[in-house]
């Protein structure tokens, strides 16, 4: 794989995770700040790159944390009705 798709294939990633950051914002079922640390995690993959090791450290923690928060509002939310 070339630098260029790499890094297309990278945008594409955290545009998804962008667009599931919205559709949790925008759903009305699920808490609407869960998705915040989650899309923020991602915005910031590729500068955190560049960061000395405590902020690539940092980084985890904020990806784990946004990850593990949309999962545990996920497992405990009720299931929508089918129309």
């Known amino acids: 794989m070339t630098a260029a798709g ?3 294939a990278a945008g594409s990633s955290m545009g998804s995770c962008a667009l599931a ?3 949790i914002w925008r759903s ?5 700040y869960s998705g915040i ?3 923020l995690g991602f915005a910031l993959f590729i500068p ?4 000395p090791p405590a902020v690539r450290i ?7 944390t946004g990850s593990i928060w949309v999962a545990m509002v996920l497992w ?8």
Not at 28 to 32: I, K
Not at 58 to 64: K, M, N
Not at 76 to 83: D, L, M, N, Q
């Open 48 to 51: 955190q790159f560049y960061a």
């Open 58 to 64: 940092g980084h985890g923690v904020l990806v784990a």
């Open 28 to 32: 009305g079922v699920l808490p609407r």
């Open 37 to 39: 640390l989650f899309a």
């Open 6 to 8: 790499s890094s297309g």
């Open 21 to 23: 950051a919205i559709a």
């Open 76 to 83: 405990r939310a009720e299931p929508a009705e089918v129309r």
